[in-house]
């Protein structure tokens, strides 16, 4: 299975946030030099496209998938529809993804740059937004969430000192907060909206969710209650809808089949969907790839989980009828309703008061 552990991540990050790693005295230069490389870009990217004075910029982990990408271009044409008065651009937070995506894995080459490329563009001479409104488009408010605030505050703190002081204390910040930020109105909202979606599979079928989740030492905030949360809620219409993770303890796809055989839901059709911005490496590989550690029976990990076995693979071998067939290839951006509750936060961030980056935005529950 291709799961990347935070852990890694973290470690990267602190080396290659910048989508660059440097390892000797030597690489101390091309660090430098691939900075200004990527700066520079940006710069360009923004100064020839900037049509008006406020900008939103949309923070994704990333992905390494077409179908990612296309999910991706098609929510910043939708905020440039829905948001006619400001620029949009994209971003990417995860230095993986952002290295990947450059070195070609899966599809054709692509250049994205990390959050803090985009904010120095934003107040370059020649551009200087007067409003700035980051958007996550993270699901929960977890580990991903805390390093888009953290990008804000650097900014704002001029954390590099390259930015005029004079336009950082004039200049307008908002956030725009994850699709399950509340833990009531975001996580009923979200739940009527993928019932609508779902009522007619779910009514003779088993609907499982498989979301990304945070391992216990990176659930900032104790986000991967919202998983929780939402199963709750979307079991309110039915009782044949499920919501498990790759990465949340105690909420694996075993623990979702013991909560379905709980239930007295012993056979039937699995349907499995990607709750998690696109459908990219976890949905294709640890939610429909065909992957399978089966021999006679599967051995159970000290968390509780079948390692190396697809989810599809998984309700297979159980007795449930789960196949190619059964797997909904679409992430939650791809559908319009969901993406509008993303847009809907959008909305109130612009609409609200800008944002006290000293605090930031954090769930209350």
Known sequence: MKKIKYLMIAIMA???????????????????NNYIIYQNAVNKTVKSQKKNSKVILLVAFG??????YDAFDATV?????????????LSFSSAICINRAAAGENVKSRNFYAPPFWLNAFAQDGVKYSEIVVQSLQVIPGEEYTRVINYIKDF????????????????????????????ESDVNEVASQLHTLFASIAKDGIVTFMGHGNPDSYDTYKANVRYTQLEKALQQYSKNYYVGTV???HNFKTHVLQRMQANGIMSGTVYCVPLMSIDGDHGHNDMAGDDDAWDNGFKLNK???VEDTSWKMFFSHMGYSCDNSTMVEK?????PSIRQVWMNHTKDA????????????????
Do not use: R
Not at 331 to 335: I, N, Q, R
Not at 350 to 360: A, F, K, R, T, V
């Open 14 to 32: 602190i080396c290659g946030a910048m989508n660059f790693t440097a390892c000797s005295d030597d690489d101390d230069d091309a660090k430098e």
């Open 63 to 68: 992905s390494t998938w077409q179908q990612a």
């Open 303 to 305: 968390e509780g989980e």
């Open 77 to 89: 044409d939708a905020y440039k529809a829905a948001f006619p008065g400001y620029d949009v651009f």
């Open 247 to 249: 990465d949340m303890m």
């Open 350 to 365: 612009i609409n609200g008061e800008p944002l006290d980056y000293y605090h930031s935005k954090n769930p209350e529950e």
């Open 156 to 183: 704002a703190n001029n954390a590099n000192g390259d930015i005029d002081d004079k336009y950082l204390a004039n200049v307008t910040l908002k956030l725009g907060v994850p699709l399950l930020q509340d833990a």
């Open 331 to 335: 992430g939650l951006l791809e559908w």
